[in-house]
């Protein structure tokens, strides 16, 4: 077995939990995260052994859960493109800019990354039947994995989430429930119902393997920019998981002495109808309150509580990062914007990204001439209620 996995950790106490066990929240109501034996990572996983490894997140394998046949069940997903952008460059005269394209995922998300990893070391674990609350992306994600798999999986999702959602869902054979509510009401239900059906709840970093996926956007960023993190990364934030696995995997790769201590400045993009970050960033607080009446054509932002939100204000902060919240209509023209000038079609997240990206270059808290990266974490074309607006 490849992974170097160890043991897991409550990221409130420290308290240890075995390698072996099928884990939601630990005791005391906190995500969990997964530690590694980095060391022995190193004897095998150095930047030199990358070369000619398999295209995709599993190329990290020693620093993921284990898996439970020869090999782990993947879709390809991961091993993005880094793109240059040359067109959006020269429109922002910024010459350094990239984009992290997570659209070429498996179902057009990021989410491929967390629910290929949730699933694979949940089914180690023997889970049987799996459950989601979700915007959209991760319900698609955890539906592929599963259907991939020949488990079934339950989806539970605001009745407003755009129908392409739920469509994708129930093709892969998922049962999907629509619910009058946002996702901390899906939240809500797949916790009362799991346990008895006998379902593995996979809410946002409430299983510790969804951050693991989420965090090989880090490792690849790195790798993508032959180890010389950028100076800013910006990201469309909901329940915020790729920003902490990003930061976690920075810490693990100077571990594993692949990177310095310089890390990049991390900036949280939300929507101004839900912005529980942004306002607790603001307020110089270590919790976020829920938002009330949530609202935002980027359903992947509508998160009006974060069970994580303690571990993105810290990595914010760290990183001596920024979090700033824009308007609907600013991210659906950034979105457009985004695919006139580079050949991507991105999901409102994406365009969020660059809206924000105007703003922080207008203020002043990016110069120009920085090394940004700015993350597209999905498809546009699953979104075409929004762009119809
Ligand atoms: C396209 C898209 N972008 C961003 C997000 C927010 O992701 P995270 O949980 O990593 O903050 C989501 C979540 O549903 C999403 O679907």
Redesign the pocket.
């Known amino acids: 077995m490849l992974s170097c996995l160890t043991h897991f950790e409550c990221t409130r106490t420290g308290a240890k939990y075995p390698r072996g066990a099928l884990l939601t929240l630990s005791d005391a109501g906190a995500p969990l995260f997964a530690r590694y034996d980095l060391e022995r990572a190193a004897a095998t996983l150095s930047r030199a052994s990358l070369r000619g490894r398999r295209a995709d997140m599993w190329r990290y394998a020693e620093v993921l859960p284990d898996w439970a046949g020869a090999a782990p069940l993947s879709l390809g997903e991961g091993w993005t493109p880094l793109a240059e952008v040359e067109r959006l460059r020269d429109a922002l005269r910024c010459p350094h800019l990239f984009i992290k394209d ?1 659209s070429s995922n498996p179902t057009g ?3 491929a990354r ?1 629910l290929s990893c949730a699933v694979n070391g949940a089914l180690a674990r023997r889970a049987t039947a799996f459950a989601v609350p ?5 319900g698609g994600a955890l539906a592929a994995f599963a259907a991939a798999a020949g488990v079934p999986a339950h989806v539970f999702m605001p009745a407003d989430t755009p129908a392409a959602f739920a469509l994708e869902c129930r093709a892969f054979g998922a049962t999907v429930e629509l619910i009058d509510g946002l ?1 901390d009401e899906c939240g809500r239900q797949v916790a009362a119902r799991a346990p008895k059906a006998g379902w593995h709840n996979v809410s ?2 409430k299983e510790p393997f969804r951050v693991e996926g ?1 965090k090989t956007m880090g490792y690849e960023v790195a790798e993508q920019l032959a180890f010389e993190l950028p100076d800013v990364i910006v ?11 990003m930061w976690k995997a920075f810490d693990e790769m100077e571990e594993l002495g692949w990177i310095g201590s310089r890390r990049p400045r991390m900036v ?1 993009v939300q929507a101004a109808g839900c912005a529980p970050i942004v306002q607790a960033f603001a307020d110089g607080a270590d919790a976020a309150a829920p938002w009330p009446d949530a609202h935002t054509v ?6 009006p509580s ?1 069970v994580g939100d303690f571990l ?1 204000l810290r990595a914010l902060r760290d990183s001596g990062g920024h979090a700033l919240a824009v308007e609907d209509d600013a991210m659906l023209a950034a979105g457009r914007e985004l695919a006139r000038l580079t050949g991507i079609f991105p ?4 365009g ?1 990204a660059l809206a924000a990206l105007y703003r922080l270059l207008d203020e002043g808290l990016v110069d120009r001439d920085e090394r940004i990266v700015l ?5 546009g074309y699953k979104y075409a209620d929004a762009y119809l607006r």
Do not use: D, H, Q, W
Not at 134 to 138: D, E, F, K, Q, V
Not at 235 to 245: D, E, K, Q, S, V
Not at 347 to 350: K, N, Q, R, S, Y
């Open positions: 997570e998300s990021f989410k967390g979700t915007a959209g992306n991760a996702i946002t970093l989420k990201y469309p934030t909901g329940g915020g998981t790729g920003l902490i696995g949280s980027a359903s992947g932002l509508r998160v974060a993105m999901a409102p997240e994406g969020a993350f597209n974490t999905g498809s």
